[in-house]
């Protein structure tokens, strides 16, 4: 615990608290970690947690809780801060949310609870999701878990994929006394937490430690099982019990640009790009051999403006190469990327070129990349998503030498479950169409959220749709009214 003398009390007045700037989150410097893939933040002190605590104004209406998808209770949790309890906070968060570490690592805070927070209008938020990812790496410190002890209601849950909105079922349904079985297609667990979001954003060991902690509370999980091959959503609620299944299978398919020389050797969807390095570690290089072609000394781009380009590129930069871009067809103001990201990423010296579009690669006459030919781009009138129009100029064309490119402009739904489970309604997209507020799909008994309904969201959105499924799949189970 820090020493308190240290700190201001938390009796300090409101004018005083007021006066606290926020707190910076301490970083590795940029020039050493563009060349490692440790964490970039490395986390609030107890001291820098008090003092960030202390700014909160302790509104009476406070909209931070309001505009949490999951609903955390901010003021709660920041106040048991203030009280040096710093495992109460994290008990405190848990009630709402089961993966703190990761949400406080990685949830757009901007567009969520600190985006709504009144010291954001004056100046600078509350830090929530720094202060969010302080007591849960504190309750990992501790190793406290808290199980908790619930009557059994003697009904099954299959939750088909293991990313953060099947997590959030599985453990808001454990603690409803439910038995749960998370089937996931992939050796790991963690669905883009574990093979999208690099090492340097969110280390392995904390996706292992939050997904321990649901294990500990009685979740069984199974990998290697493709639901729609190896078994149908049918046979698991026919032959093998399940009372429910909740599908929460992501949007994993890569979008490509249908340009000429996509498929020369060195251009890669992101999605196979940073699986190959996440889930094949070599991030660890060279420990590990690169299963990709060696960037060290190259020069890459990647194409695309968000959480996902951002993360390609800057794990290229890591792994060695010479320069690395970013093109994007917008400005700066309509790249989807979180904040931080694009901060840290220009520190780290990765080179944007906004407003500037790829027409075509260039192939070096044996098969391989050697550049892109792009045009540059200005700003027309808004589009149906409220950004504006990105529109080419004309003859502005220009070669970019590059060895390797990494697509990156969206994905798009995995049809095999879609396609073995009858009657299982979708949009013209190939997306589970669910109830917004229930999750019901089509099908009796069968829930769907996250990516999978919505198209390419983010993690607390995901983890939204998961408890609000918890909560009518355990109306379901106990009415049986559907
Ligand atoms: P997913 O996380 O996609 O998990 C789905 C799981 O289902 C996967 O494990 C998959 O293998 C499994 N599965 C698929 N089909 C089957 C099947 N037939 N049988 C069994 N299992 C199956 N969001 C943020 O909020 N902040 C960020 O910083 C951020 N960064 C991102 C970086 C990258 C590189 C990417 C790709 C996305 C990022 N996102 C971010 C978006 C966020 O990760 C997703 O919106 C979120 O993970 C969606 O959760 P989900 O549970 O719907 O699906
Ligand atoms: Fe904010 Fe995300 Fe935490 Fe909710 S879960 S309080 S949106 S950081």
């Not at 007021?18 to 020039?31: S, T, V, Y």
């Not at 790496?137 to 059994?152: I, K, L, S, T």
């Not at 969206?410 to 109830?435: C, E, F, H």
Request: aromatic share 6%; hydrophobic share 40%; glycine share 10%.
């Amino acid at each position: 615990m820090a020493d308190r003398a240290e700190c201001p009390p938390a009796s300090l007045p409101l004018r005083e608290r007021m006066k606290i700037p926020r707190q910076h989150m301490p970083e590795q410097p940029a020039i050493e970690r563009a060349a490692n893939f440790s964490e970039v933040n490395l986390g609030y002190s107890e001291e820098l947690a008090l003092q960030e605590a202390l700014r909160c104004l302790d509104c009476r209406k406070p909209l931070c809780m309001q505009n949490c998808p999951v609903g955390v209770k901010v003021q709660e949790f920041v106040d048991l801060i203030v009280a040096g309890d710093f495992l109460g906070a994290a008990a405190k968060i848990r009630e709402d949310n089961v993966l703190p570490a990761i949400t406080g690592r990685v949830c757009p805070q901007e567009d969520h609870c600190e985006g709504s927070c009144v010291l954001a209008k004056k100046g600078e938020s509350l830090g929530i999701g720094y202060l969010e990812r302080f007591v849960a790496d504190y309750e990992q410190r501790m190793g406290v878990f808290h199980v908790p002890a619930v009557p059994p209601t003697g009904k099954k849950v299959a939750v088909v994929g293991s990313g953060p909105s099947g997590l959030t079922v599985a453990g808001d349904l454990i603690q409803r006394g439910h038995q749960v079985r998370v089937l996931e297609a992939l050796h790991e667990l963690g669905g883009v937490l574990a093979y999208g979001i690099p090492e340097f954003r969110l280390p392995r060991n904390i996706i292992k430690q939050q997904i321990d902690y649901l294990r500990a509370t009685g979740i069984e999980f199974e990998t290697n099982v493709i639901v729609g091959k190896t078994v149908t959503i049918d046979e698991l609620m026919q032959e093998e019990g399940y009372d429910a299944v909740f599908i929460g299978t992501g949007a994993g398919a890569p979008l490509f640009m249908n340009i000429p020389g996509e498929q020369l050797n060195g251009v890669y969807s992101a999605n196979e790009f940073l699986t190959r390095i996440n889930l094949m570690k070599a991030y660890k290089f060279p420990e590990y051999d690169q299963p990709i072609v060696d960037i060290r000394g190259k020069d890459v781009a990647v194409i695309g403006g968000g959480n996902t380009a951002l993360d390609a590129i800057r794990t290229a930069l890591r792994l060695g190469a010479r320069k690395a871009y970013v093109l994007y067809r917008r400005s700066e103001a309509e790249m989807p990327a979180r904040a931080e990201e694009i901060r840290h990423a220009r520190q780290e010296g990765i080179d944007f070129r906004l407003l500037t579009n790829p027409t075509e690669f260039l192939s070096n006459g044996e098969g391989w990349l050697s550049g892109v030919r792009c045009v540059r781009m200005q700003l027309g009138e808004p589009d149906a998503s409220g950004r504006r129009r990105p529109v080419p100029i004309n003859g502005s064309e220009f070669d970019l030498p590059l060895s390797v490119a990494v697509i990156s402009v969206g994905t798009s739904a995995n049809p095999v479950i879609q396609s073995t489970t009858p009657g299982l309604a979708t949009d013209k997209r190939g997306y589970i169409q669910a109830d917004p507020i229930t999750q019901r799909t089509s099908c009796k008994g069968v829930f769907a959220g996250g990516d999978i309904v919505t198209g390419s969201a983010t993690v607390i959105l995901a983890m939204g749709a998961g408890r609000r499924a918890a909560k009518s799949i355990h109306e379901y189970l106990t009415t049986g009214e559907w």
